[in-house]
């Protein structure tokens, strides 16, 4: 399981790449907040892809993050600029340690959480199914924070997981 780790971690930095410097505030704008939410999600997946053992989910997972390489890559764009703003000349290495925080909490609630696979199950059936042509429009319903038993991590915590 550890092997999942490192590669969720790995693809999670090449993924969202670099920040730049900027200055440091702490309050989330909405943009932000959804980005945390589309970043969550994609991690969801991305466990439930690489733990459950199902070719299908890795298959869905591939899917996903094919139809919507543009938003991912935007929401990524918006977590660098939070991070970049909040820690300044620490964003990139506060930011990885945010995304791997994430991925760890959600690779131990796949081996911890018997119910998480069938979960995954819902969740990829919901975004894939949902109507929504925007991840923004479906991390908003309010059914997208009860998915898989859990709320995603609060993104006002970024600098307590991150840390």
Not at 56 to 62: I, K
Not at 77 to 91: D, I, K, S, T
Request: glycine share 8%; aromatic share 10%; hydrophobic share 40%.
């Amino acid at each position: 399981m550890h092997r999942h780790g490192v590669i969720i971690a790995l693809a999670s930095v090449l993924w969202l790449g670099a920040a730049t410097g900027a200055s440091s505030a702490s309050s989330l704008s909405l943009a932000e907040k959804t980005a945390f939410k589309v970043r969550h999600l994609q991690i969801e997946l991305m466990v439930a892809a690489l733990s459950c053992g199902r070719a299908d989910y890795r298959m869905r997972y591939d899917t996903f993050a094919r139809k919507y390489v543009k938003q991912l890559v935007a929401h990524g764009r918006v977590l660098r600029r939070y991070f970049a703003r909040r820690y300044g000349v620490n964003a990139v290495p506060r930011l990885d340690r945010y995304i791997t925080a994430a991925s760890n909490e959600a690779s131990l609630r796949s081996m911890t959480t018997p119910d998480f696979c069938a979960g995954s199950g819902d969740l990829f059936h919901a975004v894939t199914r949902s109507g929504y042509g925007r991840l923004s429009s479906f991390v908003a319903q309010p059914a997208f924070d009860r998915l898989n038993g859990r709320h995603p991590v609060d993104p006002e915590s970024a600098q307590n997981l991150g840390r």
